[in-house]
């Protein structure tokens, strides 16, 4: 079954509206996440690291403002995107890494698909 | 910094063999990965393997690494029609921080 879960899995909107994604490891424990947007039939671009307990960084061009997160235990990370606009619709994936199971596994949550109107 | 090509699309028969090629730039890279993406679906990790190693089989996935070149490429066996998807390679960004770069992804089509 999942390991990484995200919720909700479809979300429609109103522009200027703001939107929170979760994300959550079910079976262990993750200090750091990460957040990717993923345009349609595009690959995946890292958007930030969440860090359990401080800031998270984010990949050089994401606005910060814009694209809120928190990581506010060692299960969960949540993204919110702040006054939506049709732009910022697409699907944003989580992933977290089992680091007691060694750094080859890092899952992915399904995914979160926003449609801003 | 790290970049990872994909040829974009395979079609394969059922039944047949199906190779997916990756190249990837920075040596240093520790894991190398494979994901799934069905449509509308989340990525599923299929494999992974570490940069000592030159191949990996788990049922009917097989990975080849050679590190030489910087080519890492998946064998699916018996490729089934449920295997139709996107398939992406994926490197770390810089050492093992957990932060991926993916290439562009291969969409295998699978024929009866």
Known sequence: ??????HPSRVI???GTSVKIECRSLDFQATTMFWYRQFPKQSLMLMATSNEGSKATYEQGVEKDKFLINHASLTLSTLTVTSAHPEDSSFYICSAR???KGAGELFFGEGSRLTVL | GEDVEQSLFLSVREGDSSVINCTYTDSSSTYLYWYKQEPGAGLQLLTYIF???DMKQDQRLTVLL???DKHLSLRIADTQTGDSAIYFCAAP???NTGKLIFGQGTTLQVKP
């Open chain 2, 51 to 53: 940069s000592n190693m």
């Open chain 1, 13 to 15: 909107c109103k522009s």
């Open chain 1, 1 to 6: 079954g999942a390991v990484v879960s995200q």
């Open chain 2, 93 to 95: 960004f810089s050492g």
């Open chain 1, 98 to 100: 089992d680091q007691l």
């Open chain 2, 66 to 68: 050679n590190k030489k």
